[in-house]
């Protein structure tokens, strides 16, 4: 017999019957979810009920205004209201039916809409992906007239003399770019000295690709001194000691009916915008084979999701300060800050079997802008890689290779043997 036959024979009433169901809906959820879950903070209760017809009326009065009173005579102007009244509707549709995520602060939603704007992304990648790059190039003059134009190459290692003038012109406003993205990159990572190997590493490739991309092309002083020690120095210490604060934090959250006083609302109105809870990131990348791939892996990505922007706006011409980069960027943070946790969670948890859903898509996301680019890219990179590049790089790779096999099947091994020695000498006396 069905659960839903049994609890038509207790005799209880059809609201009585409807509670019970959803709850034991809730605990199916619960127990066959993947990897963790945190219970949803009833403090703000109106923002936790569901709204889907609500959002459905404001939705429809939306496309009745637009649909009335744009004028229907642009082309260009409809087929924008067009694409954003469709990715409307996917976003609302995403609210309603995806499942929630690792984060529940400031609400639930918020995390749902993230990731439907990461498949958004990823389909119109994907179909960027089968179009030609010139192409490609004219799709981004439908985002911007100004778009489409190929830009000018930019050196910043003309002149490398260490001076003061020279440093004063190598500051624009990409140094504020730098300290932002490596604090965020600090929320994302939350770890010191895995946010110093991947800064380090970045500025290496930065070296070893400046055949390619000529804004690579910097300073002895611009990469170590302005950006490593400065740059990046600063957004990693900023972004650490916002970590930490997070995690010393005692986390006792009151509703806001239980507060007396105004300042004390406001207080815990303004905490829904922070963490409902902190996790911190030991990835302890030698403890075990799979932590260690996963912490190359993980690297990896973190590295194709910087490189890769500087060569969609090289294929696609589109200069770095325009929105479109920035949007991306901020789209990325965004979407890296669940993707990580879920990624942390399946790295780290032996009990997890299954990627989350934010970091299934990142993934996903960022291989398909390096097909983007590999397909983009013929023809453009003619340069071959200079020997030093191939042999740096080569050796870093036996170096990593040779270190995995020392650590996970030599060094156990001999553990092992020496293990047994002793105990056969033990038997022997």
């Given at each position: 017999?069905?659960?839903?036959?049994?609890?038509?024979d207790v005799g209880l009433s059809l609201q009585q019957r409807r509670v019970i169901a959803a709850t034991s809906h809730a605990q199916r959820a619960r127990h066959l979810s993947p990897?963790?879950?945190?219970?949803?903070?009833?403090?703000?209760?109106?923002?936790?009920?569901?709204?889907?017809?609500?959002?459905?009326?404001?939705?429809?009065?939306?496309?009745?205004?637009?649909?009335?009173?744009?004028?229907?005579?642009?082309?260009?102007?409809?087929?924008?209201?067009?694409?954003?009244?469709?990715?409307?509707?996917?976003?609302?549709?995403?609210v309603v039916l995806f499942r929630d995520g690792p984060f529940i602060r400031p609400h639930p939603a918020l995390w749902r809409a993230v990731l439907a704007l990461n498949v958004l992304?990823?389909?119109?990648?994907?179909?960027?992906?089968?179009?030609?790059?010139?192409?490609?190039?004219?799709?981004?003059?439908?985002?911007?007239?100004?778009?489409?134009?190929?830009?000018?190459?930019?050196?910043?290692?003309?002149?490398?003399?260490?001076?003061?003038?020279?440093?004063?012109?190598?500051?624009?406003?990409?140094?504020?770019?730098?300290?932002?993205?490596?604090?965020?990159?600090?929320?994302?990572?939350?770890?010191?000295?895995?946010?110093?190997?991947?800064?380090?590493?970045?500025?290496?490739?930065?070296?070893?690709?400046?055949?390619?991309?000529?804004?690579?092309?910097?300073?002895?002083?611009?990469?170590?001194?302005?950006?490593?020690?400065?740059?990046?120095?600063?957004?990693?210490?900023?972004?650490?000691?916002?970590?930490?604060?997070?995690?010393?934090?005692?986390?006792?959250?009151?509703?806001?009916?239980?507060?007396?006083?105004?300042?004390?609302?406001?207080?815990?109105?303004?905490?829904?915008?922070?963490?409902?809870?902190?996790?911190?990131?030991?990835?302890?990348?030698?403890?075990?084979?799979?932590?260690?791939?996963?912490?190359?892996?993980?690297?990896?990505?973190?590295?194709?999701?910087?490189?890769?922007?500087?060569?969609?706006?090289?294929?696609?011409?589109?200069?770095?300060?325009?929105?479109?980069?920035?949007?991306?960027?901020?789209?990325?943070?965004?979407?890296?800050?669940?993707?990580?946790?879920?990624?942390?969670?399946?790295?780290?948890?032996?009990?997890?079997?299954?990627?989350?859903?934010?970091?299934?898509?990142?993934?996903?996301?960022?291989?398909?802008?390096?097909?983007?680019?590999?397909?983009?890219?013929?023809?453009?990179?003619?340069?071959?890689?200079?020997?030093?590049?191939?042999?740096?790089?080569?050796?870093?790779?036996?170096i990593l290779v040779g270190f995995s096999i020392w650590q996970f099947a030599i060094a156990p091994w001999l553990r092992r043997r020496r293990s047994s020695a002793r105990t056969d000498?033990?038997?022997?006396?």
């Open positions: 017999m069905s659960g839903d036959d049994a609890l038509d990897k963790f879950h945190e219970s949803t903070d009833p403090t703000l209760e109106f923002f936790y009920h569901p709204r889907t017809l609500s959002v459905l009326v404001c939705l429809l009065a939306g496309f009745l205004y637009v649909a009335l009173f744009i004028d229907p005579s642009n082309d260009i102007l409809n087929t924008k209201w067009g694409l954003v009244a469709l990715c409307s509707v996917f976003i609302v549709i995403s992304y990823e389909m119109f990648l994907v179909f960027l992906l089968f179009q030609s790059k010139q192409t490609g190039r004219q799709m981004m003059a439908f985002f911007d007239p100004v778009l489409g134009v190929e830009l000018p190459e930019r050196s910043y290692g003309d002149n490398c003399a260490l001076t003061v003038e020279n440093v004063r012109d190598g500051i624009d406003i990409f140094v504020l770019a730098h300290s932002l993205g490596w604090f965020g990159k600090a929320l994302i990572i939350r770890n010191h000295t895995m946010c110093w190997i991947l800064s380090i590493t970045f500025e290496l490739l930065e070296y070893s690709l400046a055949h390619q991309l000529p804004n690579f092309n910097e300073c002895w002083w611009d990469h170590w001194i302005l950006d490593v020690f400065t740059c990046n120095w600063l957004g990693i210490y900023v972004g650490m000691k916002w970590c930490e604060h997070f995690k010393m934090k005692t986390y006792t959250w009151h509703g806001i009916r239980e507060i007396p006083t105004i300042k004390g609302k406001l207080s815990r109105a303004g905490a829904q915008f922070t963490p409902h809870s902190w996790t911190v990131y030991q990835w302890a990348p030698t403890r075990r084979f799979k932590s260690f791939a996963g912490f190359i892996v993980f690297a990896v990505l973190l590295m194709l999701a910087e490189l890769n922007v500087f060569y969609l706006k090289s294929l696609l011409w589109v200069p770095p300060e325009h929105p479109l980069v920035i949007t991306r960027l901020a789209l990325l943070f965004l979407i890296a800050l669940p993707s990580a946790r879920e990624y942390y969670e399946y790295y780290s948890n032996p009990r997890c079997k299954r990627m989350g859903a934010h970091c299934w898509m990142l993934i996903t996301t960022l291989l398909t802008e390096l097909l983007i680019i590999v397909k983009f890219g013929r023809g453009e990179f003619s340069e071959p890689f200079p020997t030093p590049v191939i042999a740096f790089w080569s050796l870093v790779a036996s000498d033990s038997k022997t006396e």
